[in-house]
Nanobody
Framework: QVQLVESGGGLVQAGGSLRLSCAAS????????MAWYRQDPGQQRELVAR???????TYADSVKGRFIISRDNAKDTVYLQMNSLKLEDTATYYC????????????WGQGTQVTVSS
């Protein structure tokens, strides 16, 4: 079955950086579109960034210029480099596979907590 395992979350001061990783198994990673989402308690899960099989990327306006999504097909891993972190970036971050048609998420990881402090 599909497994997506996130790591790299933690506590960081505002202005700092973190890199999240998501190791995938049970899928043919190189032909899978991947994404990072985040969710605050009581709020809807929102798209942070997406990368397709051609390495084309999409970002939420709130993270453009600060976050970078990348993938390593040799390691079946997708990354999210988060720079210049803000208090409002605090959330649980989830890795997901993304359908080719409609770009809706299909499979989810368990999430990793990112907390940005002042």
């Amino acid at each position: 079955q599909v497994q997506l395992v996130e790591s790299g979350g933690g506590l960081v001061q505002a202005g700092g950086s973190l890199r999240l990783s998501c190791a995938a198994s049970g899928i043919i990673f190189k032909i899978s579109n991947m994404a990072w989402y985040r969710q605050d308690p009581g709020q809807q899960r929102e798209l942070v960034a997406r990368i397709n099989t051609e390495y084309a990327t999409t970002y939420a306006d709130s993270v453009k210029g600060r976050f970078i999504i990348s993938r390593d097909n040799a390691k079946d891993t997708v990354y999210l480099q988060m720079n210049s972190l803000k208090l409002e970036d605090t959330a649980t971050y989830y890795c997901a596979t993304v359908r080719t048609v409609g770009f809706s998420p299909r499979d989810w990881g368990q999430g990793t907590q990112v907390t940005v402090s002042s």
